[in-house]
C-alpha cells in the first residue's frame, strides 16, 4: 500500500476514535460537570501515561529547561481541556467543531509573535476568509449566542497556543515534561473543584470516563503513526473528516442536524484551512507552523505527543 494513502488512513481512524471520544463526553455532559469529567478522565489516563514513562530512555529531569514556558502550556492546556469538554456537552457537535477547525488559522496568527514566522498576503487573506467563515458559523446578532460557543472559541485558542509552545521548546524539552505537566496539573485543579460539583457515579458511568481515556490514547498513537508513515500535507487535512462523524452521531444519538450556517461555515473554514496547508507544503519548514503542529488541540488530559516532537527526538 502508498505510504501516504497508508498515512491517510491511519489519520481517518485516528480522527473517527476522536469523534466517539467526543460523543462519550456529550452524553456524560448531559449528566455531569466538565470538571468531573475531565478529572476522571486524567485519573484514568495516568496508567498509560505510566506506561509512557517506563518507555522513555532520555536521559535528564522532570525539571523543565524552561518554565515559564511550560508553566503557560500547562495554563492554556487545563483551560483548553474544560472548555472544550464544556463546549461538547451544550453544542451540537458539528458547531463546535466548526469553531475547532479554526485552528490552523490561528496557529498561523500566533507563529508570527511567538516562533517569528513571516505570513504572506495570500495566506493573510486566507486567514480572514476563515475567521469570516466562524462568524457564519456564530451569526452574531441573529442568533443567541450561548456560553458554549465561547467556550468552544477558547478551547481553539488555547489549544493553539499550547501546541505553538510545544513547538517553540520541544527541541530543548524532554517529552514526557511536555506531557505530564499539563495532566499533574488539570488533575489537581480539578480535584480541588470536584466537591462543588460532585455527582455519584454509577458503575456504567465510569466505564464510559475509562473509555475516553483508551479512546484518546489509541486515536494518539494512530495520529502519530500517521504522521510518522506519510506526509503532512496528506495527513492534516484528515481532520475534517470529524464533521462527517459529527453529523453521523449528532443524528444517530441527539437528534442534531446541522444548520445551514453551520453547514456554509465548515465549509469556508475548511477551505480556508485547506489552502494554507497547501500554501505551507511548497513552504521551506521553517515556514510551516500548521503542518508541523498537531492536529488535535492539546487538552492536558491525556497523554499524547506532538508526532513533530517525536520525528525532530529522534533527527537530533
Known amino acids: 500500500m502508498n505510504q501516504n494513502l497508508r498515512a491517510a488512513l491511519m489519520a481517518l481512524v485516528a480522527f473517527g476514535l476522536f469523534a466517539s471520544h467526543d460523543v462519550i463526553i456529550k452524553i456524560l455532559g448531559g449528566g455531569y460537570s466538565p470538571i468531573q469529567i475531565v478529572f476522571f478522565s486524567v485519573l484514568f489516563s495516568f496508567p498509560l501515561a505510566m506506561l509512557y514513562l517506563l518507555r522513555d530512555a ?3 529531569t522532570l525539571i523543565p529547561v524552561h518554565p515559564w514556558w511550560m508553566a503557560a502550556r500547562t495554563l492554556a492546556a487545563v483551560i483548553t481541556g474544560f472548555c472544550a469538554f464544556y463546549a461538547f456537552s451544550v453544542l451540537p457537535l458539528a458547531q463546535v467543531y466548526a469553531i475547532l477547525f479554526a485552528s490552523p488559522l490561528l496557529i498561523t496568527i500566533l507563529a508570527i509573535p511567538i ?15 476563515g475567521l469570516c467563515g466562524v462568524l457564519v458559523v456564530l451569526r452574531p446578532g441573529e442568533a443567541e449566542l450561548e456560553l458554549g460557543h465561547l467556550a468552544a472559541l477558547v478551547s481553539a485558542i488555547c489549544g493553539v497556543f499550547a501546541s505553538i509552545i510545544v513547538r517553540k521548546i520541544g527541541r530543548e524539552e524532554r517529552a514526557v515534561v511536555i506531557m505530564l505537566y499539563p495532566m499533574m496539573a488539570n488533575f489537581i485543579v480539578m480535584a480541588a473543584l470536584l466537591p462543588l460539583v460532585y455527582q455519584p457515579l454509577p458503575l456504567s458511568d465510569l466505564a464510559k470516563l475509562g473509555v475516553i481515556a483508551v479512546l484518546a490514547w489509541t486515536a494518539g498513537r494512530f495520529l502519530i503513526a500517521a504522521y510518522n508513515a506519510g506526509e503532512a500535507v496528506i495527513v492534516a487535512p484528515m481532520q475534517y473528516s470529524q464533521i462527517l462523524w459529527a453529523t453521523f452521531y449528532g443524528v444517530l444519538f441527539f437528534d442534531e442536524a446541522p444548520g445551514t450556517s453551520t453547514i456554509i461555515g465548515s465549509t469556508i473554514i475548511i477551505a480556508s484551512g485547506l489552502f494554507i496547508v497547501l500554501r505551507e507544503s511548497k513552504a521551506p519548514g521553517s515556514e510551516q507552523p500548521v503542518l508541523r503542529t498537531r492536529s488535535r488541540l492539546e487538552t492536558g488530559t491525556t497523554p499524547r505527543v506532538s508526532p513533530f516532537l517525536r520525528r525532530e527526538k529522534r533527527q537530533k
Not at 115 to 129: P, T
Open 58 to 60: 532520555t536521559p535528564g
Open 115 to 129: 516562533l517569528g514566522e513571516q505570513v504572506k498576503l495570500r495566506r493573510w487573506i486566507a486567514v480572514a476568509i
